[in-house]
């Protein structure tokens, strides 16, 4: 059985374009939704990843629905993926 919740984030996405599914302002899961964002060149010490795979776990869920405090503006950072950009060092 599909769970509807999840069935909107299965949708294929303009791979020439970047998304991040943010944390809802409300604080509930009916909220999230895929928003575009610009690509920024990458930190000294950090990499850009295109993704291929995000898994959301519990953590997220309680990021989303505001129940701890934010430790960033975005959820899914347990990924898979290529790096297509490295930054100094």
């Known amino acids: 059985m599909e769970l509807p919740l999840f069935a909107d984030f299965r949708?294929?996405?303009?791979?020439?374009?970047?998304?991040?599914?943010g944390i809802p302002a409300g604080g509930t899961l009916d909220e999230l939704a895929w928003r575009e964002t610009q690509r920024q060149a990458p930190e000294p010490g950090t990499v850009e990843i295109r993704v291929e795979?995000?898994?959301?776990n519990f953590?997220?869920?309680?990021?989303?629905?505001r129940r701890v405090p934010d430790s960033g503006p975005i959820l899914?950072?347990?990924?898979?993926?290529?790096?297509?950009?490295?930054?100094?060092?």
Not at 59 to 65: E, I, S, Y
Request: charge should be negative; hydrophobic fraction near 45%.
């Open 11 to 21: 949708q294929a996405l303009d791979g020439d374009s970047s998304y991040e599914l």
């Open 76 to 89: 899914g950072a347990e990924c898979a993926g290529e790096v297509v950009r490295v930054g100094a060092g």
């Open 59 to 65: 953590k997220d869920v309680l990021l989303a629905l």
């Open 53 to 56: 795979a995000a898994g959301l």
